[in-house]
């Protein structure tokens, strides 16, 4: 029986990219302090010469302050006793168990953005892939639309992208399937376009136990 199947597979889908950027701290206005004896004319000029300077130091505060989300920061993942699954999922995202008929897996969903998500799940079911007594692994793909189809991996594999409703971040996924009859297994990542790279090495590191 072989004992684990390695997917090193490289993502090739077209993305927009897009930047995201952050609030801009807000300015420390400057203050000028006249008494009733330095109240001039002289006084008045050079108070209004500092003030102009303190304002144009706080656009250019305001400019070079724009800060960017963190970038994420991946770690490896092992559920091998009971699903047999090994992944790199993004560091500190809240997981909760996914769990049905004859599949369980879990999802991993970023605690300041639930729209971005990572989902990996086994099933033992082996009727849903064997087509004609072939393994075909696009016919489990969990989406009903999916686009960019590439079956890999001397076809125990396929790549795919997709979309979910309400959800503006790109959705790429992995599915495969054991040589030895033991099911199926995929992974998938919804982020945002701008952070594809992180995508490619979630799905470029899953395992599946056979």
Known sequence: ??????????????????????????????????????????????????????GSNNATSNTSGTSQAPAIQLTQFNDTQ??????MVPNGWTKSRVQGGDYGGWKFVNPTDSSQQVEIVRSSCVGCYMVNGKANPTAPIPEKNPSNVQVTNNGMSATYNFQKTGNSNVGSGLLTTTSNGNGYGYVQVLLPAEDKSFAAQILNSFQLKG
């Open 1 to 54: 029986m072989k004992q684990g199947i390695t997917i090193g597979i490289s993502l090739a889908v077209l993305m927009t990219l897009a930047t995201a950027c952050g609030p801009s701290p807000a300015g420390t206005s400057g203050q000028t302090q006249n008494t009733a004896s330095q109240n001039t004319a002289s006084t008045n000029a050079t108070g209004s010469s500092s003030g102009s300077t303190s």
């Open 82 to 87: 009971q699903d047999g699954i090994t992944v």
